[in-house]
């Protein structure tokens, strides 16, 4: 799949020795790591970064983070591989389908599609932030019988073109990501029509924060009092669809986009008193006028037989033409 400038969307990269060039005259570095030519496109661990950029840099994280997954796993009494595996078979993933792992991490996923769905001939790609982590994805992966492309970036300037991907899914970091709405756009601008975009992280279901055993999940992991992000999510989103995994301590929203969305008509007229339609209730407002004057203009209306949206727009225009008379 060719990389699209993350500066200037509309231009595809091209590959020169081990870089890649915008026509703009960008130029981003790769670095060859085994089978994987990785292009590094915005990496934490060279530049300064945000506060909550900071949990993700460092040479050990991919070690600090398996760590944790195993205790997170063994907390849900629930093997990992089988916990992935059952999320992406809810997908129905279509044969040669092209999906992409945001903020990959050490490449679980990744390596799930990669062995446990093998027969569907995916095509995988995986991006993370964190040099560390790609790096260690990618050794995971060097045996991988798949298509896979990795790359370090952010996810809120995804180095891809439009509408590349029949799945965005992204497992347990985005509540930290510094551009939390920036990413969700950034997932739903790559992905198809028909795709999906699927988003799990920590996030505690509503019904049991004030039940005992949330609040001992609360106290054990602040991140669990997290709310999904349903008002980060772009207005084009439809079927969306939201529940809770993992001991109900993570919520799970999935979402497709309807490019032709919102395909309402503004303009159908009401029928009733009021009339008028949803645009021009909206824009045609005009000032408010003394109660026993809206009153009259009621009742000059129902004896006319209009609404009064109607019979508003017959003053204006009959005394706008006597004027011009
Ligand atoms: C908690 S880990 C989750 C890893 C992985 N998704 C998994 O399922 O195990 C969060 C990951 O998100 C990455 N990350 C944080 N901010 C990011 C951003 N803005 N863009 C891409 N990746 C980011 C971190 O480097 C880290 O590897």
């Not at 679980?108 to 446990?116: F, H, M, P, R, T």
């Not at 298509?147 to 995804?158: D, K, T």
């Not at 999906?196 to 991140?223: C, F, H, Q």
């Amino acid at each position: 799949m060719k990389y699209f400038c993350p500066i200037h969307l509309d231009r595809p990269l091209s590959q020169e020795a081990l870089a890649l060039t915008c026509a703009e005259g960008h130029e981003i570095p790769m670095e060859q790591c085994g089978r994987f030519s990785i292009p590094r496109f915005d990496v934490a661990e060279e530049r300064e970064v945000s506060v909550n950029e900071r949990l993700y840099v460092g040479d050990s994280l991919n070690v600090k983070y398996s760590n944790f997954l195993d205790w997170l796993f063994r907390t849900f009494r629930t093997s990992e591989v089988e916990f992935r595996k059952s999320i992406f078979e809810r997908m129905s993933l279509a044969h040669g389908a092209e999906v992409l792992v945001t903020g990959c991490g050490n490449g679980d996923d990744l390596l799930v599609l990669s062995d446990l769905f093998g027969d569907l001939d995916l095509r995988l790609h995986g991006q993370d932030i964190s040099n560390t982590m790609v790096t260690h994805s990618a050794g995971r992966l060097e045996d991988s019988r798949q298509v896979v492309e990795l790359n370090v970036s952010n996810a809120s300037h995804l180095p891809y073109g439009e509408e590349q991907f029949d799945v965005v899914f992204h497992f347990g970091g985005i509540n930290y990501f510094s551009e939390r709405a920036a990413a969700i756009s950034e997932m739903t601008r790559v992905v198809r029509p028909a795709g999906k975009v699927v988003i799990i992280d920590e996030g505690l279901a509503p019904w049991l924060r004030d039940t005992e055993y949330g609040r001992m999940m609360l106290n054990n992991n602040s991140l669990w009092s997290a709310q999904p992000p349903l008002r980060e999510l772009p207005l084009n989103a439809v079927d969306v669809c939201l529940s809770w995994v993992l001991a109900n301590c993570f919520y799970l929203l999935e979402f497709s986009k309807d490019p032709e969305f919102p395909n309402v008509d503004l303009d159908v007229v009401h029928v009733g008193q009021r009339g008028g339609s949803i645009r021009t209730r909206y824009h045609g407002q005009l000032e408010g006028v003394a109660p026993h004057l809206r009153d009259m203009a009621r009742r000059q209306a129902v004896s006319r037989g209009m609404s009064d949206s109607e019979y508003l727009a017959a003053l204006i225009e009959s005394d706008v033409a006597r004027d011009s008379a």
